[in-house]
Nanobody, 123 residues
Framework: QVQLVESGGGSAQVGGSLRLSCEMS????????MAWYRQRQGSQRELVAS???????NYADSVKGRFTISEISIRRSADLQMDSLIPDDAAVYYC?????????????????WGRGTEVTVSP
């Protein structure tokens, strides 16, 4: 079974930066895309950024110009560089992968969710 472990979270000040990493292990098979989600307190999990195996990137409007998802590495992971952090970025961040045999137009989270990594942003 594929497993995900996120890391790199922590505390940052407004305007600061953090870089999140995602380690994926197990029988991965066909990797179509990877993505980062976040879940703010009291809210549903939301897609933050995704990248396809061809390198196409997609971002939520709220993070465009501030967050950058890296290319999928040979280790089959994709980091999330977060710059110009704002208080609304505080959340637990999760990564996931789309492992469907034929892929699809939109990202599909195929892997059981990991524990995530928490990001806090202070004034």
């Amino acid at each position: 079974q594929v497993q995900l472990v996120e890391s790199g979270g922590g505390s940052a000040q407004v305007g600061g930066s953090l870089r999140l990493s995602c380690e994926m292990s197990g029988n991965i098979g066909n990797l179509n895309a990877m993505a980062w989600y976040r879940q703010r307190q009291g809210s549903q999990r939301e897609l933050v950024a995704s990248i396809s195996k061809s390198g196409y990137k997609n971002y939520a409007d709220s993070v465009k110009g501030r967050f950058t998802i890296s290319e999928i590495s040979i280790r089959r992971s994709a980091d999330l560089q977060m710059d110009s952090l704002i208080p609304d970025d505080a959340a637990v961040y999760y990564c996931n992968a789309d492992l469907r045999p034929r892929g699809g137009v939109t990202f599909y989270a195929s892997v059981p969710w990991g524990r995530g990594t928490e990001v806090t942003v202070s004034p």
